[in-house]
């Protein structure tokens, strides 16, 4: 089965409770809103590459494990784009979870996702309970205090903020933690592929930050230019827009250069460099550098 | 050691981690803001007193399975003081998070007491690990989809909801988590101690209603009045406060019923009766009836 298929299916399994009989009809609609259709679903694709790079032995486990980090992603972006936060109007080309449902169902659904993720990692580690342990505390590094997505969100609310510090706790945590989970799904060491995740995280955020100021909220799914509109830290205003580029250069040889020894390593690089070119497209490199011959 | 000590030991355990090298130091102050100091902490008391009575053989995994419910009850606050939910001023008889902190705080210390319930139950079952799924679920479904506190809150986005489901999930379901895993904990079946968890959250939830019309704010350490004010589902509302104070005392009697039968009912029943007395004191029957007699 492809990939994309045992993802959307693992997602799918792993919001079934939430429609059984007596759910409150909205917030199952909320949830379901929040998590299909997905974006490019990179987090549970690395995890998922990982564990096969491991020799996955247990695929209801690495399925159940993708999917947690998934819905955990989901539920960060609900609550990220909330009135008090982003105020987002749309996501993915949609109406934001608020916008659809309003902000109460928005919080709660954001709630539920975050429930729902540890639910399906107690459910699906039947066969190999003894992984379970160490797959609750990376996940939960991941998302939690000190140093996963909360702690970067919150990192908001400081009047000083290191911007290395910010990108990996909002972004870094959660991708060292899809591929360490990858391993630790397949019984391997996670450790050794903490940079792996922790690099990609750095790269996705730079990318991040030079899509929001080059691209229209057509192509991005979600309002543009926000980073300068809600005052947020980014490596394009730290940097420049040239800066940044060649930050995000560096950090695709970086990302390329920390997958560990191992059977799958090819072919995880070559998920890393189409993802690169999926973020930042050759025409948009071209831009960034027709800009700067101008300036 | 008494229950109380234990309580707020293994509590201030559980957010240990969050005040770890690296962290914002705003959301670490919201979330103790959020757990110190405490309410009755009637739930995690539930927890062990169930434990004890099942022959409680790992009082490490009680606390953080006592802890784990707790934070969680105690991100439901949060959120619910929200301003787009209750709007609350004051819980506790102090500044509810959002008026403290912030509402982007607010939001984030509820998310991060989430994950760190399910991280303690993680770091606590070391002993007896075949434990932790079990105790996953029943914690997961206390305040998960499709029956849980978050379903609980939800209900109120709905146009129409049965009174009786809408309390069992906000308010029975976290209490029937607390009795179940304290049974589980301790290594024994928690399907025999969901009634008691359930009918104690429809006394507790009942109680909550008539406090609601009867007590001021000073009293309640949160503002009086709000079912009305916010057009919520209340027994009191529907039944009528004499009406409610009749199935308090029916649902106590009920409560002290399904205590099962086990060396340690008797401590039980007495913190039953002596919840009860704490929530409408005899003093508060005598004004309902007062009022009735005026009527």
């Given at each position: ?150 702690a970067g969100q919150a990192w908001e609310?400081e009047?000083q903020l290191s911007l290395a510090d910010y990108q990996q706790a909002k972004t870094g ?32 955020q ?26 947020r830290p980014s490596s394009?205003?730290a ?57």
């Amino acid at each position: 089965m492809p990939n994309e298929d045992r993802i959307e299916r693992a997602l799918r399994a792993s919001l079934a409770p939430s429609l059984q009989p007596g759910h409150p009809p909205k917030l199952a609609a909320a949830m379901q809103h929040a998590v299909f259709p997905g974006g490019a679903r990179i987090r549970p694709q690395l995890t998922l590459a990982v564990a096969r790079a491991c020799g996955e032995d247990d695929a209801q486990l690495t399925d159940g494990v993708a999917a947690a980090i998934e819905l955990l992603h989901c539920a960060s972006l609900v609550h990220d784009d909330l009135p008090c936060f982003d105020a987002a109007e749309t996501r993915r080309g949609r109406p934001s979870v608020h916008r659809a449902f309003g902000e109460r169902l928005a919080v709660l659904a954001g709630d539920a996702l975050i429930v729902a993720a540890f639910e399906v990692l107690g459910r699906t580690t039947r066969r190999h309970l003894s992984r379970l342990p160490v797959l609750l505390r990376t996940v939960s590094q991941g998302v939690g205090m000190p140093l996963g997505i909360v702690a970067g969100q919150a990192w908001e609310c400081e009047p000083q903020l290191s911007l290395a510090d910010y990108q990996q706790a909002k972004t870094g945590a959660l991708f060292a933690a899809a591929t360490m989970a990858g391993a630790q799904a397949a019984g391997a060491d996670g450790e050794p592929w903490r940079a792996l995740g922790e690099r990609l995280g750095q790269t996705y955020q730079v990318a991040d930050d030079i899509r929001d100021v080059m691209l229209d909220a057509q192509v991005l799914g979600k309002p543009g230019g926000q980073d300068v509109a809600r005052d947020r830290p980014s490596s394009a205003r730290a940097l420049g827009l040239e800066g940044a580029m060649a930050e995000f250069q560096r950090l695709v040889q970086a990302t390329l250069l920390s997958v560990p020894v191992c059977p799958g390593a090819s072919q995880l690089r070559q998920i890393i460099r189409h993802e690169a070119d999926r973020l930042v497209p050759q025409r948009l490199t071209a831009q960034v550098a027709a800009l700067a011959a101008l300036a």
